[in-house]
T-cell receptor, first 109, second 112 residues
Framework: QKEVEQDPGPLSVPEGAIVSLNCTYS??????FMWYRQYSRKGPELLMY????GNKEDGRFTAQVDKSSKYISLFIRDSQPSDSATYLC?????????FGTGTRLQVFP | KAGVTQTPRYLIKTRGQQVTLSCSPI?????VSWYQQTPGQGLQFLFE???????NKGNFPGRFSGRQFSNSRSEMNVSTLELGDSALYLC???????????FGQGTRLTVV
């Protein structure tokens, strides 16, 4: 079993929709949680970074962490075609940074 | 502040050859990690260097190696290339562990 599981998608939604991206993990030692966005032919860029259970909001993006269920989510409100990308969750403890396989999102006009 | 710079951006090599990729981290960052990204496997951790020392290593064969210089620049080397080594190789720099990792644009390696 992988330490981090992420639905690969692809996910296709209309512009303006609310998008929910999810990851589950098995190692309760993970302390820090991140979401990265990766456009085609580019390196991943950090979107959200959090270390506690609960919600963290940044503009149209909300990161949610539920440590008791070992579950993290990224919500995108009012999705835009420019949000079309692959979204990777990542988590870390001590000296390990583990990524999910990524979910490909397509937002159509 | 300049970002993470990886060179070259694209490479085509033949089976059996060896290749060296370079990564210059963000100024002041001492940790450099390398990842292999393929459509089927996602981002897989290769190794991480901190202050010229390899701190962590992923589950890759010994053909994959790396090093870090005193200015924090890092290189990774792949010897005896195989077709399955075709991938996007990404470098990430961090100020320290448990902080945000900043990625370069990657080197796309194609082995023919």
């Amino acid at each position: 079993q992988k330490e981090v599981e992420q639905d690969p998608g692809p996910l296709s939604v209309p512009e303006g929709a609310i998008v929910s991206l999810n990851c589950t993990y098995s190692n309760s030692a993970f302390q820090y949680f991140m979401w990265y966005r990766q456009y085609s032919r580019k390196g991943p860029e950090l979107l959200m970074y959090t270390y506690s259970s609960g919600n963290k909001e940044d503009g149209r993006f909300t990161a949610q962490v539920d440590k008791s269920s070992k579950y993290i989510s990224l919500f995108i409100r009012d999705s835009q075609p420019s949000d079309s990308a692959t979204y990777l969750c990542a988590m870390t403890y001590t000296d390990k940074l583990i990524f999910g396989t990524g979910t490909r999102l397509q937002v159509f006009p | 502040k300049a970002g993470v710079t990886q060179t070259p951006r694209y490479l085509i090599k033949t089976r059996g050859q060896q290749v060296t990729l370079s990564c210059s981290p963000i100024s002041g960052h001492r940790s450099v990690s390398w990842y292999q990204q393929t459509p089927g496997q996602g981002l897989q951790f290769l190794f991480e260097y901190f202050s010229e020392t390899q701190r962590n290593k992923g589950n890759f064969p010994g053909r994959f190696s790396g090093r870090q210089f005193s200015n924090s620049r890092s290189e990774m080397n792949v010897s005896t290339l195989e077709l399955g080594d075709s991938a996007l190789y990404l470098c990430a720099s961090q100020d320290s562990m448990n902080t945000e990792a900043f990625f370069g644009q990657g080197t796309r390696l194609t082995v023919v």
